[in-house]
């Protein structure tokens, strides 16, 4: 079974600062791993996506995330801090054989972004 | 290039009423898969469909939900005699064909309210 960890309900940072949103993973064999961002009463908008390659991987809006394979970490990151980066953040991994068509997703990480 | 789109964006239903989400992917994509988001949670998995095929519903509830996606026209998710308990934010995401471990890009969801 796969699975997908976001140990923070919460994260708060000051506008400017640089931030981390962390997520764990667990899949067997090669991890696919993604990241969505989600605005209130909206649907999930994808930021980014590990498949293979470089171990840290860009995205949308500044945002960036590094693979770890040894920690079984993806933790999403911005060097700074926007008030307009505040949002619910999803981890999501899929993986292969009869796990491969469906994402499974972290309970979500609440970005608050203070000016 | 339109997004998935999603109607309807809310409905309303009292208990014992059948609901019908329906889903029409991104032009070009031939997978579509269902989540469900209850209050406070992550994504929950339910159903991956291809064109007139269900590929895996490990996640659909034994009784009550069905799904399609037909040749022509939208995926429906279908929720028969509703109850409290489903009332949630019903998402659509669809990926192109050929890569199953594709982005998988949403769409702005049901909001489901049963009374």
């Known amino acids: 079974a796969q699975s997908v960890a976001q140990p923070e309900d919460q994260v708060n940072v000051a506008e400017g600062n640089p931030l981390t949103v962390k997520c764990t993973y667990s899949v067997s064999g090669n991890p696919y791993l993604f990241w969505y961002v989600q605005y209130p009463n909206r649907g999930l908008q994808f930021l980014l996506k590990y498949i293979t390659g470089d171990n840290l991987v860009k995205g949308s809006y500044g945002f960036e995330a590094e693979f770890n394979k040894s920690q079984t970490s993806f933790h999403l990151k911005k060097p700074s801090a926007l008030v307009s980066d505040s949002a619910l953040y999803f981890c999501a991994v899929r993986g292969l054989g009869t796990n491969a068509g469906k994402s499974t997703f972290g309970d979500g990480t609440t970005l608050t972004v203070k000016p | 290039n339109a997004g998935v789109m999603q109607n309807p964006r809310h409905l309303v239903r009292r208990r014992g009423q059948e609901a019908r989400l329906r889903c029409s992917p991104m032009?070009?994509?031939?997978?579509v898969y269902w989540y469900r988001q209850l209050p406070e949670e992550g994504l929950k998995f339910m159903v991956y469909l291809q064109k007139e095929n269900i590929i895996d519903e490990s996640g659909m509830p034994k009784e009550r939900f069905s799904a399609e996606f037909p040749k022509e026209g939208p995926s429906i998710l279908r929720i028969q005699q509703v109850v409290r308990g489903d009332s949630a934010a019903y998402f659509c995401?669809?990926?192109?064909?050929?890569?199953?471990?594709?982005?998988?890009?949403f769409g702005p969801g049901t909001r489901l309210t049963v009374l």
């Open positions: 995401a669809s990926s192109p064909p050929g890569q199953r471990y594709d982005t998988q890009y």
């Open positions: 032009k070009g994509h031939s997978h």
